[in-house]
């Protein structure tokens, strides 16, 4: 029977540590810091939109990969951040420069076909590609399988931590949280220094890893994506992730030693 607790009590600490690195997964990609880190980071002295423009852009962007998943609220933003940069340039006597998508096609706001023709062989400069949409599609793929996945651990961790609190020792309790806690600020303090010493490698390293269509997340430095939410933005996800991760399991190892 002990050896049961154990097996639980080890069960119940790995669900709690992937539990903790899935909560910083959850904070970095709500809403208020896509917002925020793109008002700071976005790159508007390399794009022709302003900042506000671009943020927009984003917000859309993190909705369509791990929100609603409305491609034709995403592909409206863009089309309306188009037309006020049409109607700016025409305003001040110019002609809109070569790679402008063809915005008088779209006749009706609702047919997703017509942006798609619009924007199919414009500048990745002023719009998605079909190849951004693609990699914003696995995006949402991976997105959504790893919330319900989430959930189902973190049921998992709190099972594991009553089980463990009703039929073992106050002293073992505090070992699974301590234990779990301990593991996850390991791992992310290497993750940390490898992100310190090539944040590129452990970009590439992540996207090989999670994107099955290796080259379909590489993008030109001028693309309206890249500077929407460019590296420096990436940078600024990492660290909440890390952040967030980090404090949980510090709270879990200070809990778990006082135990």
């Known amino acids: ?32 810091v896509t917002h925020g880190l793109s008002s700071v980071f976005s790159k508007d002295d390399v794009s022709p939109f302003d900042r506000n423009q671009l943020v927009k852009v984003a917000d ?7 929100g609603a998943h409305n491609e034709l609220a995403l592909y409206r933003v863009i089309y309306d951040v188009d037309e006020e940069f049409s109607a700016k340039v025409t305003e001040a006597g110019g002609a809109v420069p070569t790679g402008f998508p063809s915005l008088g096609s779209v006749r009706d706001a609702a047919d997703v076909s017509q942006y ?7 500048s990745e400069m002023y719009c998605y590609s079909q190849a951004t949409i693609s990699h914003l599609n696995d995006c949402y793929a991976i997105a959504e399988a790893a919330y319900p996945a989430l959930i189902a651990i973190g049921l998992i961790a709190v099972a594991g931590l009553v089980f463990t609190h009703i ?12 234990g779990a806690g301990l593991a996850v600020i390991v791992a992310l303090a290497a993750f940390g220094a490898w992100a310190v010493v090539d944040f590129d490698g452990l970009f590439t390293a992540f996207h090989q890893l999670f994107f099955a269509q290796q080259g379909n997340w590489t993008f030109p430095y001028d693309s309206l994506l890249i500077c929407a939410l ?10 909440v992730w890390l952040a967030t991760s980090i404090v949980l ?7 778990g030693r006082k135990l």
Do not use: H, Q, Y
Request: charged share 15%.
């Open 249 to 255: 399991s510090l709270a879990s190892v200070v809990v």
């Open 167 to 178: 039929t073992g020792s106050r002293r073992r309790l505090g070992i699974v949280l301590f």
């Open 60 to 66: 859309a962007t993190r909705d369509f990969s791990f």
């Open 116 to 122: 798609k023709a619009a924007f199919d062989n414009a």
């Open 230 to 239: 460019p590296e420096a933005f990436w940078m600024g996800m990492g660290v």
């Open 1 to 32: 029977m002990d050896i049961f607790r154990k097996i639980i009590a080890v069960i119940a600490s790995v669900a709690l540590a992937i539990t903790f690195v899935g909560l910083g997964f959850v904070a970095c990609t709500m809403p208020p």
